[in-house]
């Protein structure tokens, strides 16, 4: 029997393209080519070529200027325009996705940047331009200075440290497999021959193929769009960050997560250009803020816990990155 396609996943594909009241939105045309523990301490990954830790980012500043005091460097660019403008993902259930009935794009990923943003200007209503980006555009529209801020689920590594540059971690993921309800495997690893989607441009896909180089990798542009692959039959399954998958499971009653295994650390950090070294350490300022009032909690707590389960605390953020 032909399985058909849920209504909240072809939603998705289709108000992607929509504007909404209270965001300005801009689709950009598509690029070339349940623990109840405190997430994993930073301290594992080992040291880039450089020396310095992947996870380590630049000291935020005692204070953060209030939105009615002078600033300079690229935070009075962002004052004098008068909005932040933050790359995002719009069909990533829970983490920034279009809300079929509002037309809001909202998550976790969309409070971080709604907090920078408030920080900057006092309310983010009015200063926060959201835009549409897939996982391969991530990097270049912060290189371009398309996007000030990119806050699309994106891990932190060496190597695209080299390309641009990190908040401090906001979370910690991890990369699971999702496949159909009735499959018999319980790891990656028995998936040999199967076709298996992950994002184009992201580490999942790295991953997946060190994990079981026997596998047929395929890609697309988007979460919605590896979804779409195996609701049609294309892919016999997806693997990626569990906080995506958890919401295309919630999408496709004809899904599961396999739930025991989790091959890789994900930790997660907004990415910002790299000549924005002020930028960098305000926005670690505003995270460390919310940490430390709860709103982070909240903000997890509302999208994330009913599919991942409790957190003891957010990440522990690594500070001692000076150039």
Known sequence: MKKLIPLAATTALLLTACGNANYATTQIPPAPSPSAAAPPAPSAPKPCA?????????????????????????????????????????DSLHLGARNPISGKIE?????????????????????????VISSPQRIPS???????????NMTINCERWNLIAF???YYRSG????????????????????????????????????ENPAVKPITADTDTGCLVLFQQGKAYGISGDDT??????????????????????????????????DFVKFVNGVLAQMKASGA??????????????ELAAPPTPLYGRTQ
């Not at 912060?142 to 699309?152: C, E, F, K, P």
């Not at 997660?268 to 924005?276: C, E, R, T, V």
Request: proline content about 7%; overall charge neutral; charged content about 25%.
């Open 142 to 152: 912060l290189q371009n200075g398309s996007v000030d801020i990119v806050a699309r």
């Open 175 to 210: 990369q699971k497999t999702l496949v159909p309800l009735d499959a018999k495997e319980t790891s990656v690893k028995q998936l040999s021959g199967k076709t298996i989607c992950a994002p184009a441009g992201s580490t999942s896909l790295t991953n997946l193929m060190k």
């Open 296 to 309: 982070w909690m909240t903000s997890y707590n509302t999208w994330l816990k009913p599919d991942l389960g």
């Open 244 to 277: 995506v998958l958890a919401g295309d499971a919630a999408q496709d009653p004809y899904a599961k997560v396999l739930p025991n295994e989790r091959f890789s650390e994900e930790p997660y950090g907004l990415g910002i250009n790299k000549k924005n070294v």
């Open 50 to 90: 450089d020396g310095k830790d992947a996870l380590a980012s630049y000291p935020p500043p005692a204070t953060l200027p209030k939105p009615d005091e002078p600033v300079t460097g690229y935070l009075k660019t962002i004052r004098d325009r008068k909005r932040l403008i933050a790359g995002v993902s719009a």
């Open 167 to 169: 908040s401090a971690e």
């Open 107 to 131: 998550g976790f990923d969309i409070d971080m940047v709604k907090a920078v943003a408030t920080a900057i200007f006092g309310t983010w209503e009015g200063h926060l331009e959201l835009r």
